[in-house]
Nanobody
Framework: QVQLVESGGGLVQAGGSLRLSCAAS????????FGWYRQAPGKQRELVAT???????NYADSVKGRFTVSRDNAANTVSLQMNSLKTEDTAVYYC?????????????WGQGTQVTVSS
């Protein structure tokens, strides 16, 4: 079992910055992918940025050069530094991880945190 707790969402003006953090607890030994998804109103949930256990980072094209994901394995945390925010970044941001449990990979999601970017 893995529990994910997010923090750092809020309201920011376009061009500003915001940092999201997520802490994992429970059975974290087999965590592979660890990172962030988001879902905007009327849109499907999409990958923002993730890091796997080997350190490979995957960014959505729309955030490359603006967002930075950082994983701290010792602390079991992942952060998302968001710079040069745009109104189209407005969404609920979800922390995500997957982990091998017994005989299968399982997905875990945080509760979501709202990020609103105003013009």
């Amino acid at each position: 079992q893995v529990q994910l707790v997010e923090s750092g969402g809020g309201l920011v003006q376009a061009g500003g910055s915001l940092r999201l953090s997520c802490a994992a607890s429970g059975s974290t030994f087999s965590i592979n992918v660890f990172g962030w998804y988001r879902q905007a109103p009327g849109k499907q949930r999409e990958l923002v940025a993730t890091v796997n256990s080997s350190g490979y980072i995957n960014y959505a094209d729309s955030v490359k050069g603006r967002f930075t994901v950082s994983r701290d394995n010792a602390a079991n945390t992942v952060s998302l530094q968001m710079n040069s925010l745009k109104t189209e970044d407005t969404a609920v941001y979800y922390c995500y991880t997957n982990s091998w449990v017994r005989v299968r990979w399982r997905d875990y999601w945080g509760q979501g945190t709202q990020v609103t970017v105003s013009s």
